[in-house]
């Protein structure tokens, strides 16, 4: 973990060489002498029904001389092994933590410049308090108060315990001269001696494959830093209802996984603060957006009512709270704020997303589509919201497909397809050159992530390589060596360097099931707005900012619409979730919203099959896609029989095997 690869070796096998085997980029300068250290991993113990593995330390080999040395020498953290020299000798589940991968994860989360009216819940006020005096025996909270009400206008003002507790140092500290932090006009929650103006907040994104956090100051809305991080819950399940069944079977689990998410948003905090170059305990508030099953266990609330009908939330309204009640190293008078879910699978991020894009305030109709492991759908204007989830499944983050992988440096992320020679070129990510450019030589090629998924299948289409029905016409293998044969099937190889990698059958069904459910959430909710067209398209998340409009309409990702109508919305859940920090007004706002969205549930609604039936088809089984024809030249409809290609088989998944 976190890349998911599985595999059997022999008893006595190395850690790193069964990663090398696995095409895990477990990284090692030394060549495997024990010397360099890099090569540090961990074992996830306990039960994993994921994998169906029951993994413990003891099932990795006692440490022998070469590791007891290099502890002993350069130290090693405890739960730590070296992979050079740990060797297997049972089923047991590995994470490679950051440090230790070649190419670190490309959390796409980075902060967007959005416009927001800066006006904070958390405030700093300086005050001179009269010290003591015999005639005049008043604490000194009580002349603070009045200091704060004579020179700033602040009454009834409640105290922290913890402020009240350093009250009397601070103030004789700063001779009777502080800075006072308020919170919402009500509560005085942190004390500097003299003059402090440093007041910090951060807004997390917590999603099912990545968190993402950005360090904002209070006084100007700057974001001092970003940074991001895989979800370490990915250990229990890829998507959110694999983690609901892990807790449903594992009953308890729920806290563990709250521990996993926590400490993930607490090492997050730690990073921001040093990237921002600030201190831990000048952050005094932080806001939090995420999809339900995410809200519910960071929150430290069971999740089993979500994994069915009718998908009942614990709490739907927005939870304030203190942020060390989150295990997050902030001032220990700060605090947090999540916002509101919706209903049922549409969260707190769709919230964000709704605050970020303000289609509330709008008289054009807008579709927003947020595109990830479960998508988010917002419909409508000022008059009237709808909102619906959609599980798509991880095969847009690169899971399920044979090839795939996270965004990370080596990865394919842009495909073009020459539909005469059908020959492709690719781009990586951590490389500007496309594959047929001299810069690109040298570059390495791991496998194809999300938006190069896309792209493949739906140049795969425009090239003719794909019928309508999704299906790989085996008869162009006469044409190309690039069309495969693969068991009953064939497949499309995509890149034949060191690695091969190739588009199989399997890999364009996963890409079908995902692209249908969200088209089929989509058209539900114009159904019932009585929208037959969408004129405007916006496509939010870290993923879904990324995609190119016109492979999205060739693949029927979303509805017919004109390619120049659907554009970028960048991370808007955690824009929403910066504006929610920065802008007091912006609570009470979308408290107000999201209270008049309409929720429509597409698990129990009867169109829904039909609507994902017809979407299976590329782009779309009955919709001529017009408009989009307009812009681009489309490939002639045709079914795999009608080509003369083989029918696509019917195959059962692979079992998981024991890593």
């Not at 190293?329 to 605050?355: E, K, Q, S, W």
């Not at 190069?452 to 293998?477: H, K, N, P, S």
């Not at 067209?533 to 190119?548: M, P």
């Not at 990702?557 to 659907?566: A, F, M």
Request: glycine residues 12%.
């Amino acid at each position: 973990m976190p890349s998911g690869r599985r595999g059997r070796v022999a008893a006595g096998t190395t850690v790193l060489d069964a990663a090398r085997r696995l095409g895990v980029d477990l990284d090692s300068v030394c060549g495997g002498r024990g010397i360099c250290g890099r090569c540090q991993v961990e074992v996830a113990e306990g039960a994993h029904a994921k994998h169906g593995i029951s993994s413990s330390a003891t099932h990795l080999a006692s440490a022998g001389a070469v590791e007891r040395a290099y502890a002993d020498d350069r130290g090693l953290t405890r739960g730590r092994r070296l992979g050079c020299t740990a060797a297997v000798t049972g089923d047991v589940v590995i994470d490679v933590p950051p440090e230790s991968q070649v190419y670190r994860q490309v959390v796409r989360k980075d902060a967007d410049a959005h416009p927001i009216e800066v006006d904070p819940v958390v405030r700093l006020y300086l005050v001179d308090v009269e010290p003591p005096d015999l005639a005049s025996p008043t604490s000194d909270l009580t002349r603070l108060r009045q200091a704060l009400a004579g020179e700033w206008g602040l009454t009834d003002l409640a105290c922290d315990a913890g402020v009240a507790g350093s009250l009397q140092p601070t103030l004789r500290e700063g001779s009777w001269r502080v800075t006072v932090a308020v919170h919402d006009g009500d509560t005085i929650t942190a004390l500097w001696p003299g003059f402090h103006d440093a007041a910090y907040g951060i807004a997390f994104d917590v999603g099912s494959t990545t968190v993402a956090g950005h360090l904002c100051d209070l006084h100007t809305g700057a974001v001092l830093a970003s940074a991001g991080a895989m979800n370490p819950q990915i250990r229990f399940g890829e998507d959110l209802m694999s983690r609901v069944s892990y807790v449903m079977l594992h009953p308890g689990s729920e806290k563990e996984l709250t521990r996993a998410v926590r400490g993930c948003l607490a090492k997050l905090t730690a990073e921001l603060a040093a990237a921002g170059g600030v201190e831990r305990t000048d952050v005094l508030e932080v806001t939090v957006v995420g999809n339900p099953v995410m809200h519910h266990l960071l929150l430290g609330l069971d999740p089993r009512e979500l994994g069915g009908a009718p998908f009942a939330l614990a709490v739907d309204e927005s939870v304030r709270l203190r942020a060390r009640e989150l295990g997050l190293p902030v001032h220990p008078g700060a605090r947090a704020y999540v916002l509101p879910c919706i209903a049922g699978h549409v969260g707190a991020d769709t919230a964000g997303v709704i605050l970020s894009e303000g289609p509330h305030l709008l008289d054009e109709v807008n579709l927003i589509v947020d595109v990830g492991t479960n998508a988010e759908i917002v419909l409508g204007n000022r008059e009237r919201l709808l909102a619906a989830s959609s599980p798509t499944g991880p095969a847009f983050e690169g899971a399920q497909i044979s090839c795939g992988q996270r965004a990370a440096p080596g990865a394919i992320e842009r495909v073009r397809i020459d539909p005469e020679t059908l020959e492709p070129r690719v781009r990586v990510i951590g490389c500007d050159a496309w594959s047929d450019e001299p810069g690109f030589a040298g570059t390495t090629v791991t496998g194809v992530c999300g938006s190069g998924i896309v792209e493949a299948v739906a140049e795969m289409l425009l090239a003719g390589i794909l019928t309508t029905d999704g299906t790989i016409d085996g008869a162009l293998a006469a044409r190309s060596t690039r069309i495969a044969p693969d068991g009953r099937t064939f497949s499309y190889v995509l890149w034949t360097g060191e690695h091969e990698l190739a588009i199989t059958q399997n890999d364009v069904r996963q890409i079908q099931l995902a692209k249908a459910a969200l088209h089929a959430g989509c058209r539900l909710l114009m159904d019932r707005y009585g929208l037959e067209r969408a004129e405007r398209i916006r496509l939010a998340g870290a993923f879904g900012s990324q995609l190119d409009p016109v492979h999205v309409l060739v693949l029927g990702l979303v509805p017919d619409c004109d390619p120049s109508g659907v554009t970028a919305a960048g991370n808007a859940a955690g824009t929403g979730a910066r504006i929610a920090l920065l802008d007091r007004g912006a609570r009470a706002e979308i408290e107000r919203v999201v209270r008049t969205v309409e929720k429509v549930e597409t698990a129990v609604e009867p169109r829904f099959q039909e609507h994902f039936v017809q979407a299976m088809a590329i782009p779309h089984e009955t919709d001529p896609y017009a408009r989009l024809g307009a812009a681009v030249t489309m490939p002639p409809r045709r079914s795999a029989r009608a080509s003369g290609g083989a029918a696509p088989a019917r195959r059962r998944m692979r079992g998981e095997r024991k890593a």
